[in-house]
């Protein structure tokens, strides 16, 4: 009989995967059981530390909330959100590399008039982002929908403040005409930390890992016939760019910031987006 036994463990769980729904669900699942398996023997994992997963698995699930997603955060802070992100967003060179998307982007944000100021709570130093879609050839894109999004001055976005922030409050959407600008004003972004009140907080300090994430804003690009970036802008000089809690800067994605003296902004950056065609351009390995 194929009773479970220390050394045929894995093959023992995974011969019982007889009719599986998709030969996907197979492959994933019975190469999970083996890394997991091969993991907990590695280890040789105590009752206790068995115990102590199963009450930080728990506490994880039991903090999330509609606006709070400690899995993701987790996924986050152990390197694979960026994993995932950079296996499935593989792009030629020139094109604008993406990044960890965050928990805080949310639907239903409002378009506004481009070149309008995206913080409504007067909270901040005022600072002019803009520059232009285009394709990998350098062709402007027109109609592209620039999604944008960022922490107010005191390093919380709405979602986390409401009632103390205005709703929307540093989030906006802008749609590039025919020359493929786009323009907005926000605040000079700061850096801030990621929540570490629940189990994920728990862990990175008995890890010795600091929460924080450098100064950015958000972005997600949006154009018919070109893949979707989500991606993001780093404050050049920031003191977490080399120990960013979720692993997310990338040296394409790093702006100076230019102090300017104009009576609409104190601070501008620049940056242009390059997107790919879908399908056609940018999949190597897929
Ligand atoms: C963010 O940048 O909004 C973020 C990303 C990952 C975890 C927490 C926050
Ligand atoms: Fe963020």
Known sequence: MNYFTEDRSPDVVNARMTEVSSPRLHRVMT?????????IKDVE???PEWEAAIDFLTR????????????ILLSDVLGVSMLVDAINNRVPDGATETT???????EGAPEREMGANISLDGKGETCLFEGRVV???????EDALVSVWSDNEDGFYDVQQPGIQPAFN?????RTGPDGRYAFRGIKPVSYPIP?????GGMLAALGRHPWRPAHMHFMITANGYRRVITHIFVAGDPYL?????FGVKQSLIVPFEKVDRPTESWRAHFDFVLCRTDAEGRPGH
């Open 31 to 39: 190469s999970l059981v083996e890394h997991l398996h091969a993991f």
């Open 45 to 47: 994992l105590t009752e």
């Open 60 to 71: 994880t699930g039991q903090i999330c909330t509609d606006t709070r997603q400690e899995f």
């Open 100 to 106: 960890v998307f965050g928990p805080f982007h949310v």
């Open 135 to 141: 394709d990998l050839h350098g062709n402007p894109v």
């Open 170 to 174: 540093n989030r906006g959407i802008f």
């Open 196 to 200: 570490d009140d629940g189990p994920v």
């Open 242 to 246: 080399v120990s960013d809690a979720v």
